[in-house]
């Protein structure tokens, strides 16, 4: 049984910075590709950012250059370091894994791809 814990979120103003962390208890998290998503209300879920088990990322491009993600694999934790955050931001984040290996480069960006979601945590950005 694969579990994942999201933690980190909270309420900031906007130009702060926030680093969220994720917890992937049970399977084999080296090989996972590991995901942020995030879901603002009335909105679709939609990719953050990604890291694939050789350290590949991918970045959504309304966001490229406030974010980044890494891994720990001796820790079975992914973080998402996010800065100058603006209001936009406000969202619940989720923390998801993929099970499967990607090569190349290529990273999936639809929630579909992946197996394993944590509860979320609430990111809300004032101005």
């Known amino acids: 049984q694969v579990h994942v814990m999201e933690s980190g979120g909270g309420m900031v103003q906007a130009g702060d910075s926030l680093r969220l962390s994720c917890l992937v208890s049970?399977?084999?998290?080296?090989?996972?590709?590991m995901a942020w998503f995030r879901q603002a209300p009335g909105k679709q879920r939609e990719l953050v950012a990604a890291?694939?088990?050789?350290?590949?990322?991918k970045y959504a491009d309304s966001m490229k250059g406030r974010l980044t993600i890494s891994r720990d694999n001796g820790k079975n934790t992914v973080y998402l370091q996010m800065n100058n955050l603006e209001p936009d931001h406000t969202a619940t984040y989720y923390c998801?894994?993929?099970?499967?290996?990607?090569?190349?480069?290529?990273?999936?960006?639809?929630?579909?791809?992946?197996?394993?979601w944590g509860q979320g945590t609430q990111v809300t950005v004032s101005s």
């Open positions: 890291v694939t088990s050789d350290g590949s990322t």
């Open positions: 998801a894994a993929d099970r499967h290996r990607y090569s190349g480069g290529w990273i999936p960006t639809t929630s579909s791809a992946y197996e394993y």
């Open positions: 049970g399977g084999i998290f080296s090989g996972y590709t």
